[in-house]
């Protein structure tokens, strides 16, 4: 089943097009977004009407294109601009007649909530501030325990920010629009504590993040789930707001069009961290989309697995794949009769590791297990740190211990000595666990493990002896056991069932 979504903001209009199934995994099959800036035609014309025409060809682009993507469910909504302006009912009709898709505007609240819900389902963070920087309005919501406690909507934006800051010189703009900011958040948003985490959603957002990541030199793609200090808003907003603004498009990380609004957006956002106080700033890479998609398009029960197991899940749907269940139990099994020799290893990526080993398969069965490092480090999953992701990167793309270390060699803020360990160790357990599959295909194998001093045996259960194989896949991680784990693998075979099949 194929649907889009559809989100017409102050400062852009955004598709995304959305295949799901009947279980409630999920993948993105397209996405386009137009500049349009009705939050600045509203500001300087006090009307949208006047850019009619243009939204009403751009939206109707979009449908004919999910369309042809073979969407046949739409969920479209209009938010700060369309919501305030005088004729933006009428502007919605007009843009809903003309796209054939009714167009919901949405009130400050209902937005907050929205984007709540996505970032819910994305993100493990129990309790904080949720602020959504758009072009037009600000949403600033408190959560805890799985719910939204209170919502507070800021009629102001970086695009009408922007705007009013062109005039007069760049430094008393900054001066004027931080105190008008601050009287706002002062005047509408109680007295909130500080001290928690703020997840960050909207473009000002992930541009501010996407600067700073260029900064640093942060090795990992993904702008998901990024953390920094709040000390960093006030630090960029002095080095931006010192250049002309055709200096801006020149800074690393900022886009051409971003660059317009930037100096507004952090003035914003230091206006919010001088309010908020947040211990750290986390990004968001979903919001408004993701929670309408939830809640439209989606089973209803769709996101009430394990987050992390969920995007697993919809990762190999993304690529015609499901959860092999009897490679996962069969490596669950192998580290249940391991754990008390070596230490058990995180559950959620031990599972991960042996769910998506071998997805690469779908690019390249010879080259696979590069290519499933490859998948997954560009992967968005959820309720993972990257710290987590690039191990298991390396585990799932498992051929040898030290490919793994060469794997993470280009992540070296995320990935010591200690996680080049379990990378090796996840990977290995997962690798052996499949070569022991395919040796004795169709048939349920247990472990039984003892420590016998400078080595492991392992007795696999349900399997007949085989016969002497000069060398194998099984010989092959045998060999690798002791460079990982620092003790021989032996192993044994009996055709006894384990008692705990």
């Excluded at 993948?27 to 500001?43: M, S």
């Excluded at 025409?53 to 682009?61: H, W």
Aim: glycine residues 12%.
């Amino acid at each position: 089943m194929r649907g889009a979504v559809i989100d017409l903001g102050s400062n852009s209009v955004r598709l995304m097009v959305v295949e799901w199934n009947r279980s409630g995994s999920w993948g993105v099959v397209d996405e386009e977004r137009h500049i349009l800036r009705l939050g600045e035609t509203l500001l300087v014309e006090g009307r949208l009407s006047g850019d009619i025409e243009r939204a009403a060809f751009v939206l109707a682009t979009l449908v004919k294109r999910a369309r042809k993507e073979g969407a046949t469910r739409f969920v479209a909504v209009g938010t700060a601009a369309i919501r305030s302006a005088p004729d933006g009912a009428a502007f919605g009709v007009a843009l809903s007649r003309a796209a054939g898709v009714r167009i919901r505007v949405i009130d400050g609240k209902e937005e907050a909530r929205l984007g709540f819900i996505g970032m819910r389902h994305a993100l493990t963070v129990p309790a904080g501030h949720l602020v959504d920087l758009g072009g037009a309005s600000t949403e600033i919501s408190r959560f805890e325990g799985g719910r939204l406690a209170g919502t507070v909507s800021i009629p102001v934006g970086a695009v009408t920010l922007a705007r009013r800051m062109a005039e007069g010189s760049q430094r008393e703009a900054v001066r004027r629009a931080l105190k008008e900011v601050s009287g706002l958040l002062g005047a509408m948003v109680p007295d909130l504590g500080g001290g928690l985490p703020m997840v960050a959603i909207g473009g000002s957002f992930r541009s501010i993040a996407r600067v700073h990541r260029a900064e640093v030199g942060y090795p990992f793609p993904s702008l998901h789930n990024y953390r920094f200090l709040p000390a960093v808003i006030g630090e960029m907003l002095e080095r931006i707001s010192r250049l002309k603004p055709s200096q801006r498009p020149l800074v690393p990380g900022l886009t051409a069009h971003r660059s317009e609004t930037a100096l507004a957006a952090l003035v914003i956002a230091r206006a919010v961290m001088a309010k908020l106080e947040p211990s750290e700033i986390v990004v968001s890479g979903t919001g408004v989309r993701e929670g309408l998609l939830y809640e439209c398009l989606l089973p209803p029960d769709a996101g009430r697995q394990q987050m992390f197991q969920t995007s697993v899940k919809n990762l190999l749907f993304q690529f015609g794949e499901e959860v092999d269940g009897d490679l996962t139990a069969s490596a669950g099994r192998l580290w249940e009769a391991l754990s008390p020799i070596v230490g058990p290893p995180p559950q959620d990526l031990a599972w991960a590791t042996a769910a998506l080993r071998g997805i690469g398969k779908r690019v390249n069965w010879y080259d696979r297990h590069p290519q499933t490092a490859g998948i997954i480090m560009g992967a968005r999953l959820f309720g993972v740190s990257h710290r987590q992701q690039v191990v298991l990167a390396a585990a799932a793309g498992y051929t040898g211990p030290r490919l793994v270390r060469e794997m993470l060699l280009p992540f070296p803020g995320l990935a010591g000595d200690n996680e080049v360990t379990l990378a090796q160790r996840l990977g290995l357990v997962a690798a052996l666990a499949d070569g022991l599959a395919r040796k004795f295909p169709a048939t349920a194998l247990g472990f039984l493990a003892r420590d016998a001093g400078g080595r492991i045996e392992i007795g696999v259960d349900g399997a007949e002896r085989p016969p002497e194989i000069p060398f194998d896949e099984v010989t092959r991680l045998q060999r690798q056991f002791g460079k990982v784990f620092g003790k021989e693998l032996v192993l044994s075979y009996r055709e006894s069932v384990h008692p705990g099949l």
